[in-house]
Each structure stands twice: as C-alpha cells, then as structure tokens.
C-alpha cells in the first residue's frame, strides 16, 4: 500500500536492503538455518549499511539522525527473506544497542558502540530469567555494593545472541522488591564469574543462537552501572517499545512473503483444469492475507510517525503487536493451505515462517501481557 510518508530517502533506503536481502541473505538462509548459524561476516555486511546506527552520535559510529520508518525498514527487509533467525541472530544488538548509547559511561561507548554497529562485535539484553520473563518487576538476579564494585549473582536464559556476544546489558535487583529495586549493569563476556551454555533444539529461528547466563559472583567497577541505581526497571520498558516496532514490522514482512509466495504458488499450481488461483475461495484467501498487511502496515506508518514526532504510543504499540502476531499467524496458515502438502515440506519459506510466528506472540512481551498493558495505558 502506497504510503503517504514515502520519502525519496527512505524509498532508497528499502530498495538498497532489499537487493542486500536478496543477494546476501535469502539464497543462503535455508543453509545457514539448517546449519544453526549464520557467518560472522553477515554482521560486518549489515552493518556496513548503518542499520545499527539510528538515533547514535557520529562520534560513536551512529548515523547521528534517527528515522522510524528507516528502523522499521530495516526489520521488514530482512524478515523478507523468510528466515526468522537471520534477524535475530544479529539483532541481540538492536535491543542492547539503544541502553548502551542512552545510559553507558561515555569510555564505555567509545569502546563498545562503534564495533557493535559496525557488526565486528555482538551485543545483547538479558532480562528474562529461568523463573519468568513476563514479570520483570520481580527479577531475583542481585548486585550487591561491594567497595567500588558491584557483585551480579543470578542467572538469565532465553537471550539472543548469548553464546556469540562480547557485551551484555543485565538489569539487577540493587534494592527491595518490585520495580523500584531494579539497576541495569553493563557486563563483558571474559568478566570472571561469567559462563554461558546454548539453548538448543528450537521450534524456529535455528541459525541464531539463545544462551543460558549463569553470574556467579561477578565483580564489576562501579561504573558498570548503567543509568542511576534503582532506576533500571523504566530503562528496560522504555528499550521494550521500539524493539515492539522492530518485532510488528519484521511481521508485516513475514505476511508480504505469505502473499508472495502464496500468489507465486497459486498461479502456478494447476487443479480441477484451471490455475488454483481462478478458484474462488483461494482468491478470498488472498485478499483476507492482503487486508491483513494493509492494516498493518498502514498502523505501522501510523506509530512510526508519532515516534518521529517525539511520542511514544505505548498502548498503540501494544495493541498493534498482539493484532500483528494473530494476523501474521493467520497468514502462514492460509498461505500453508494454499501451497498444499508443497508447503509442508522443509525448506519452503512457508513452513519455516509457519513455525517462526510463535516466537513473535511471545517474544519482546507476550500477546497476554501486551493486552494488559495496552489497557493499563488507556488508563484503566
Ligand atoms: C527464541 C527466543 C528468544 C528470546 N530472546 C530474549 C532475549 O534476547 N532477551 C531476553 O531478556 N528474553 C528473551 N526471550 C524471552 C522472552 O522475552 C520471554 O519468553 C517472554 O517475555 C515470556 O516470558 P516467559 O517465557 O518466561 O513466560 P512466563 O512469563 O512464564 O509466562 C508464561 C505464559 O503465561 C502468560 N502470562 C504471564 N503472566 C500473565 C498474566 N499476568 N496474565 C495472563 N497471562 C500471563 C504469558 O503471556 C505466557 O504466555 C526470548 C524468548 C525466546 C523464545
């Protein structure tokens, strides 16, 4: 659907990552993916684009401008190639990278920043914890002072990018209990005390990797903390909404390769004597998959917009999440009835995003808690 925040710019910019997408990415995807990983240099690629780099000072290595849509562009190209885990494997930076520019020391992000963005290094958040990832207000991860030390003990699982990053962003609990006793930590992957093993046999998104964090004792300088103490609870909501962006875009492009693929299929596919594409109830299928993406999308530009005008539509946010990942859930399946038993079968773009929309409705706040908090927001 034509938009009517189309750029010249920002048109170039999607049309550049979509022939990267087509050259770098999608011939190679299913490979990688059966593999269980992606190559190093697919990071440096990327990050040679400054996709990384929104919202980030020059000095840092950033763009030095910010752009919503360039953001959520970049999410949606790279979703296109049907295979989930590329994006994530690179994209534990994406969530840890907006923290690190915002509440670091300024040696840390002049350490840290310019090899992250440019892909040399890897970054990630860890907030979920092996008793819940739901209800951050409650994590039992501790840092205790210690001198000009913080002490971090306590463990995290489920996080992206955990077996191949140098730097972690770790909330911990600096206080009593609930959300005012939270602190973010900046922590190095050789810091001693610090062990990791990898989450393996996943439903999708095989080439990334997800790590268990175990923190036994680990000793950081006081400047480790990121932001002031006790204050770490909001950082890590606030960090939630553009990476929600982020998750309803690479969607939105997950539902395109449906349509695509679904058409591609359909006009091709030959039953009952005529193309299955002139039987009524596929072509019903077609549209009800394309009024999906058009919600959407036209939702998306909608947010994008007010982010870029300094509003954050948290409720908006949410809600466009949950209704995205039913709507993208919808689309895999009527895009798997279409293409038949052929889609059933491994190394179809279809199958693999049938099984990777699960992860969307519960990664990055589950539709569940996305519903409560919209409504918390409407004020009720
Ligand atoms: C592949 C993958 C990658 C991930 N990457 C990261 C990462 O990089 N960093 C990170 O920190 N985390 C990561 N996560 C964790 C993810 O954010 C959590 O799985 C998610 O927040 C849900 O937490 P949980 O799995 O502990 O479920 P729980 O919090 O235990 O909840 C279980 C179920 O109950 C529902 N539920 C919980 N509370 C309520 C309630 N009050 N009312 C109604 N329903 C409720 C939830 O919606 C969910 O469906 C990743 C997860 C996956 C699967």
Redesign the pocket.
Same mark, same amino acid.
């Not at 008793?131 to 951050?136: A, E």
């Not at 519960?362 to 808690?369: M, R, T, V, W």
């Given at each position: 659907m034509q938009s009517p925040f189309d750029t010249e710019e920002r048109r170039a910019f999607r049309e550049s990552l979509r022939s990267f997408v087509a050259q770098e990415i999608t011939p190679f995807c299913d490979d990688w993916d059966e593999a269980g990983k992606i190559p190093w240099e697919l990071h440096q690629k990327t990050g040679a684009l400054g996709v990384w780099g929104f919202g980030i000072d020059e000095k840092y290595g950033g763009l030095g401008f910010d752009d919503c849509f360039m953001r959520a562009a970049y999410s949606e190209e790279i979703a296109r190639c049907g295979a989930g885990g590329v994006a994530?494997a690179m &994209? &534990?930076r994406q969530?840890s990278l907006d923290p690190i520019a915002r509440l670091a020391s300024e040696e840390i992000k002049m350490q840290v920043l310019p090899e992250v963005i440019a892909g040399r290094k890897g970054s990630?958040?860890?907030? /979920? $914890?092996p &008793? +819940?990832?739901?209800?951050?207000a409650n994590i039992t991860t501790t840092a205790r002072r210690d001198g000009n030390h913080w002490v971090l003990s306590g463990s %995290?699982?489920?996080? /992206? &990018?955990?077996m191949t990053s140098e730097y972690f962003v770790i909330p911990a609990r600096t206080g009593g209990p609930g959300l005012e006793g939270i602190s973010l930590f900046f922590v190095e992957a050789d810091t001693p005390g610090f062990t990791r093993s990898a989450?393996s046999r %996943?439903m +999708?998104?095989w080439c990334?990797d997800?790590a268990t964090l175990f923190l036994d004792d680990v000793r950081l300088p006081a400047d480790r903390m990121m932001g002031p103490e006790n204050h770490g609870f909001l950082a890590v909501m606030e960090n939630f909404n553009l990476e929600r962006v982020g998750l309803i875009a690479g969607m939105l492009g997950m539902m395109k390769t449906c349509l695509e693929d679904s058409i591609a299929w359909a006009q091709e596919r030959q039953t009952f004597g005529k193309p299955l594409i002139r039987h009524q109830v596929i072509r019903h299928k077609i549209a009800d998959i394309s009024a999906r993406i058009d919600a959407v999308e036209a939702t998306l530009n909608t947010i994008c917009w007010q982010v870029n005008e300094g509003r954050m539509p948290v409720a908006e946010i949410c809600k466009a999440k949950v209704f995205t990942s039913k709507a993208c859930e919808f689309c895999a399946s009527e895009a798997m009835q279409i293409l038949g038993g052929a889609g059933y079968l491994r190394g179809n773009r279809i199958e693999r995003i049938y099984r990777e929309v699960k992860?969307m409705a519960?990664?990055?706040?589950? $539709? $569940?808690?996305m519903r409560?908090l919209a409504v918390r927001q409407m004020g009720l």
């Open positions: 994530a &994209g &534990g969530i990630s958040l860890a907030v /979920t $914890e &008793g +819940g990832g739901s209800d951050v %995290k699982t489920f996080i /992206t &990018g955990g989450l %996943k +999708g998104w990334s997800q992860v519960i990664g990055g706040g589950s $539709e $569940e808690i409560d």
